[in-house]
Each structure stands twice: as structure tokens, then as C-alpha cells.
């Protein structure tokens, strides 16, 4: 089954969810540490929402995002080559 990645509003409505932040917190330069309070566990339960969404980020990859931004183009990259 191919489809298309999720549009980056969608994207940030679920990782709110998941993580039960303020959706208006949530937008492409927000550190996820910094801006977001986030801890290792939290990065933990956003890769493997990029996971069921469609995409796997290698490792060396999903240590270099830091804000939902990267995470999204990583995101949107892999799930539009699947």
C-alpha cells in the first residue's frame, strides 16, 4: 500500500496527541528539548509514531533531529520513497 506522507499539520495534530502537548506548541522550529520539555523517552514515543505513520528513521538519522521540523522532513521523506 503506497500512501502519501501526512501534511505537516496532521503530523503535528498527532504528535500532540501522542505526547499530550498544546497542539500550538507544537510547530517546525520547536526544540524538542528546549521549547517542548521533552526527555529521551518522549524522542523514544515520536519515532515510533514515525513508525506506524510509515517510516523508519535510522539511527544516526533520528539522533540528529532536534526540532519538529527535522522530524518532519525526515518523516516526509521516508514515507513518500515507500
Known amino acids: 500500500m503506497n500512501t502519501a506522507p501526512l501534511a505537516f499539520d496532521e503530523f ?3 504528535m500532540s ?3 499530550d502537548l498544546e497542539p500550538d506548541e507544537v510547530v517546525a522550529d520547536a526544540r524538542f528539548d528546549e ?5 529521551s523517552y518522549d524522542v ?3 519515532l515510533t509514531l514515525v513508525e506506524e505513520l510509515g517510516a523508519r528513521l535510522p539511527d544516526d538519522v533520528a ?3 532536534n526540532t519538529v521540523g ?3 522532513r ?5 514515507a513518500a520513497a515507500r
Not at 525526515?74 to 521516508?78: C, D, H, N, S, V
Request: proline share 0%; glycine share 4%.
Open 12 to 14: 503535528a495534530r498527532r
Open 17 to 19: 496527541d501522542a505526547l
Open 35 to 39: 521549547d517542548l520539555g521533552l526527555d
Open 44 to 46: 523514544v514515543e515520536l
Open 63 to 65: 539522533v540528529s533531529v
Open 70 to 72: 527535522d522530524l518532519y
Open 74 to 78: 525526515e518523516y516526509e521523506q521516508r
